[in-house]
């Protein structure tokens, strides 16, 4: 239902996103879990979860901290390295445990040392994974320094991408937080089972957010921001109803002194707000109308999974979301919210 100043929607889901562990994930869990009902949960922990075991255990340590009557479910990745035995994987994925497999290249961003430093290292995961038609989620970006940090996402259509799904034709793949016009021109133009995530925090600023009079540490995400272009081409592609594209907040909390260091992590934190900043997206693009496929249903469908039978209710209110949360005692996140207060407001259900 889609009304002058409310709408109503599917309960959506979030297809990618960090959680992390311990007091962080405390204090982020709750935030994805009270408008979501799904997530596709990154297993780039430290150190990271490699194995199915490991994400089983992960899983569990997420529900203890779920709040109380939340209906909310995680749904585990492992974290491709070159020793990644294709067996554990699948047997993972029969018994319920592991829903995809993500791919980084090694070093391309928050813990990823242990990535995969060549996908010939990996053909005998991939060709299992082709065969059970489990999806693999790549961070599209090469690492090596040779390449501008602008162009990396490019790169890696051009050197890596192309050729995998050559060699993989029917490999169920998700090319995660796109940011340039090449990666939405690749997903709609390439032929198979392709889909791509879209995050808020790349609809709605350029990478001139990052040196808005001075560093802006808080707007340093990888893949970085890029051109204006770029992002009306992520907005368009978003909007479009097309449904390769889905949403994926790659919401990724890091402690402000860790973001304010002198080697400030790269992630933001959308979570308390990200459905409500999408939606301000959507109503800025005469969209409403799309904002349900994009956010409820597009993903389920390639993931092959049900719509949630909830819904949620967003109503055209201004607010302001908190602007830091704290994490154990003594620290704090930075919560993204680039104009300081929020359009659209989430209606909590009645008691």
């Known amino acids: 239902m889609t009304l002058a100043n409310v709408i109503t929607l599917v309960k959506p889901d979030d297809w990618h ?10 204090m982020a869990l709750p935030w994805s879990a009270r408008v979501f009902g799904r997530a ?14 490991r994400a089983a255990a992960y899983r569990d340590r997420i ?15 492992c974290f491709l390295t070159d020793e990644t035995e294709p067996k554990d994987i699948a047997q993972g994925f029969a018994e319920g445990i592991v829903m995809a497999v993500k791919m980084y290249p090694a070093r391309s961003t928050t813990n990823a040392a242990a990535g995969v430093t060549d996908v010939r290292r990996v053909s005998r995961v991939l060709e299992r994974m082709q065969a059970i038609g489990m999806p693999l989620l ?31 034709p029917a490999l169920r793949i998700v090319l995660e937080h796109i940011t340039t016009a090449q990666a939405v021109d690749y997903v709609q133009d390439a032929a198979g089972p392709i889909g791509a995530t879209i995050t808020a925090h790349h609809l709605m ?16 995400c990888l893949p970085v921001a890029k051109r204006e272009g770029h992002r009306l081409a992520l907005r368009k592609a978003a909007t479009s109803g097309d449904p390769r594209f889905f949403l994926g907040t790659d919401s990724a909390p890091h402690l402000v002194q860790d973001k304010e260091s002198a080697c400030g992590c ?3 934190f959308t979570a308390p707000v990200a459905l409500e900043l999408y939606a301000q997206v959507f109503e800025e693009e005469r969209a409403l109308d799309r904002l349900e496929a994009f956010a409820s249903l597009n993903g389920a469908r390639f993931y092959g999974l049900p719509p949630n039978t909830e819904t949620v209710t967003l109503e055209q209110s201004p607010w302001q979301p908190p602007e830091l949360l704290p994490v154990g005692e003594a620290d704090h996140v930075r919560v993204f919210c680039p104009e300081g207060k929020a359009r659209w407001r989430l209606l909590e259900p009645a008691a």
């Open 17 to 26: 996103v960090h959680l992390r562990d311990g007091d962080m994930l405390r």
């Open 138 to 168: 790549i961070h599209g970006e090469v690492a090596d320094p040779e390449t501008d940090v602008f162009d990396r996402e490019k790169a890696f259509i051009d050197r890596v991408l192309v050729q995998l799904r050559a060699d993989f």
């Open 266 to 268: 790269a992630g933001v």
């Open 40 to 53: 596709i949960v990154m297993p780039n922990l430290d150190p990271p979860v490699t194995t199915a075991a």
């Open 63 to 77: 529900r203890r901290v779920l709040p109380g009557g939340s209906g909310f479910e995680p749904l585990m990745t």
């Open 205 to 220: 600023i350029n990478r001139n957010a990052m040196f808005a009079g001075g560093i802006r540490p808080h707007m340093y």
